[in-house]
């Protein structure tokens, strides 16, 4: 079955600093997508990024970037030059199969990030 | 503008009652989710559907229900068989099939629903 896993429930990082949030996933799928999702205390999600199975570079908006290691199943984002308003929990998702799978986003636990002055 | 209306914002349920949790969406999304969320928690997939009058159940299926008569419509029920129905719940929806789409999921603003 498919998985995702967070392993860092919390992370603290200074303001104008860069954080790497860690992500690994488990499919036996070979097409699949990952996504990242930033969830401030207001409960939105937002999305941030997204990387396909078959991309061969690693995905990039803005401030974010996304550290892909297909052999490793891991996608890890990295934040450059963090801002207060950064702080929010985010969470790496995985959709299985671009054309079966129901199309279902599956989670991870989530990694709550505090970004100090 | 499109997007996904979710209501109500809180809802608040005695022990033993149905509460249903509105989702509408006017984006022509096929494709329609709802998402259990804990605190400190990720979002764990209640019950999907791609297409009207059909949905399958996810991950945590038990205690709730749903519907999809109208494509722009997904109503959750929460029933008296779920135990612990305190949570956040969001809805999303999709493009169906994603194909090799990016911008194909967009959540509502989520319903946080207590049991009194």
């Known amino acids: 079955a498919q998985k995702i896993t967070q392993t860092q429930p919390g992370m603290f990082v200074q303001e104008k600093e860069a954080v790497t949030l860690d992500c690994t996933y488990d499919t036996s799928d070979q097409s699949y997508g990952l996504f990242w999702y930033k969830q401030p205390s207001s409960g939105e999600m937002i999305f941030l990024i997204y990387q396909g199975s078959y991309d061969e570079q690693n995905a990039t908006e803005g401030r974010y970037s996304l550290n892909f290691q297909k052999a490793r199943k891991s996608a890890n984002l990295v934040i450059s030059a963090s801002q207060l308003g950064d702080s929010a929990m985010y969470f790496c998702?995985?959709?299985?199969?671009?054309?079966?799978?129901?199309?279902?986003?599956?989670f991870g636990q989530g990694t709550e990030l505090s970004v100090k002055p | 503008d499109g997007g996904i209306t979710q209501s109500p914002k809180y809802l608040f349920r005695k022990e033993g009652q149905n509460v249903t949790l509105s989702c509408e969406q006017n984006?022509?999304?096929?494709?329609m989710y709802w998402y259990r969320q804990d605190p400190g928690q990720g979002l764990r997939l209640i019950y999907y559907s791609q297409i009207v009058n059909d949905f399958q159940k996810g991950d945590i299926a038990e205690g709730y229900s749903v519907s999809r008569e109208k494509k722009e419509s997904f109503p959750l029920t929460v029933t008296s068989a779920q135990k612990n129905p305190t949570a956040f719940y969001l809805c999303a929806s999709s493009v169906y099939p994603p194909g090799h789409t990016i911008y194909g999921y967009t959540f509502g603003s989520g319903t946080r629903l207590t049991v009194v």
């Open positions: 984006l022509n999304h096929d494709a």
């Open positions: 998702a995985m959709r299985e199969g671009f054309y079966n799978q129901g199309g279902k986003l599956i």
